[in-house]
């Protein structure tokens, strides 16, 4: 998306060697060896599977449309710990498995360049975290990128590493075209280790443009930047929330660009506004498109392809298995909805399958010069997701076997059949 997951408009409540760098112990994990080189060395706080590939992936820009290193990095870590995976023909990282989960997150970073560190005892906002990494793409989207790596490979859960999220989200545009929907949906973006997001809202862009003969600054008659203003004023009165409305209900306008005056050959004025609009839950896409629209008096709009807006069912069977596996790691789980968006809206059009947003850090460090994430927290992500995944994966086993067992004539079929032959 544009802007990634949103957090900058913040969140409202609801309710040694190669081998051994990569190798990672757990449930449906192997050890194996691996040509994965490191070219830097790590602070010692980087101790862990996790946090060395957190470590790494951070420490590698990986900017939209720049991400085939990172690509590769993340690629290596699964093959090392003898899974299958390969970067397809947009630049995903497929790793599939069971695909009673699909874990997914985005590769890509805004730009920025933050130094690579790890600190510790001396950040006023983490004062008693222990160790903080530092760097781009730690928090948005790297952390929950590299938490969902780790838990797929110990439990055995189908991954995805999705490109250009933060810019037209080719990623996962191609994926939904490519691969049939998952069980469930987990999509990484920043939320907290105890948070969980249900609901973002959808995403209207466009750009107006009007033109309108040159003349003397003394006529009265508007011209084409004066039209543009009239739009827009028009577009922001009509979606003028009433007081007190939850931002996350809003539709909320925002100009980005605007460039406007005499044209090369000095014979017209011309203008052009780029515009984005967020969609709640509570309308459609359509419905906006047409609101704005009928605001315009003179010039055009070219619109981008929309994104929906999305909200779950915080009682679903994956909501259900985040709650206990937060419980169970001592959180106290928050149920999120984000004024962004992200590609769960994407998922959400097209598959059919519960879904959720999970991923460790706090969104407010997203796009942010200081953005950082506390080791700990990456900890309790890997787990929380393991968790997760190995109670699904588990209940669909149990599942598939009681639907096998009841294929199986049993005592009791016997002696109906008896019965009735009589």
Known sequence: MADGDGAADGDDNVAGDAASDDAVAGHGARTVASDVTVESAR??????????????????????????KAAERL???????????????????????????????????????????????DDEQYPESGPVLWGRGSVDA?????????????????????????TDS????????????????????????????????GFLAGTYVNTSE?????????????????????????????????VFEQVTTKPVDFDGGLSEDGLAVEATVDVQLRVPPTRTVGEVHELA????????????????????????????????????AGGDVRLLRKTGTSDMNLYAEVWDCPMVTYGPGD????????????????????????????????????????ADDATEPTDADDATDASTAE
């Open 293 to 328: 629209e009928a605001e315009l008096a003179t010039g055009s709009v070219h619109w981008d392809e929309p994104i929906p807006p999305v909200m779950e069912s915080p009682r679903t069977e994956l909501a259900r298995a985040f709650r206990v596996a937060i419980r169970g």
């Open 214 to 246: 040159s003349g003397h600054s003394s006529r009265p008659e508007p011209n084409a930047i004066q039209h543009a203003i009239d739009w827009w004023a028009g577009v922001e009165e009509t979606f003028t929330p009433a007081e007190e409305t939850p």
């Open 43 to 68: 602070p010692a706080a980087c101790d862990t599977p996790a946090r060395k590939l957190l470590f790494d992936l951070v420490s590698i820009p990986s900017p939209s449309g720049e991400e085939a």
């Open 75 to 121: 690629r290596d870590f699964f093959r090392a710990n003898g899974r299958e995976a390969w970067i397809d023909e947009v630049g995903n990282v497929r790793a599939p498995a069971d695909d009673t989960v699909l874990l997914t997150s985005h590769v890509d970073t805004v730009p920025g360049d933050i130094p690579v560190e790890v600190t510790d005892g």
């Open 170 to 201: 080719r990623g996962a545009r191609h994926l939904i075209e490519d691969r049939e929907a998952p069980e469930f949906v987990v999509n990484g973006e920043p939320s907290g280790w105890s948070g969980i997001t249900l609901g973002y809202r």
């Open 142 to 166: 790297t952390g929950p990128l590299v938490a969902m790596a780790v838990a797929a490979v110990e439990t055995g859960v189908s991954f995805v590493g999705v490109v250009g999220e933060e």
């Open 363 to 402: 969104s407010d460090l997203d796009h942010a010069p200081d953005e950082r994430l506390p080791l700990a927290d990456l900890d309790r992500a890997v787990e929380v997701l393991t968790a997760v995944c190995a109670d699904l994966t588990e209940t669909n086993d149990a599942e598939s076997s009681n």
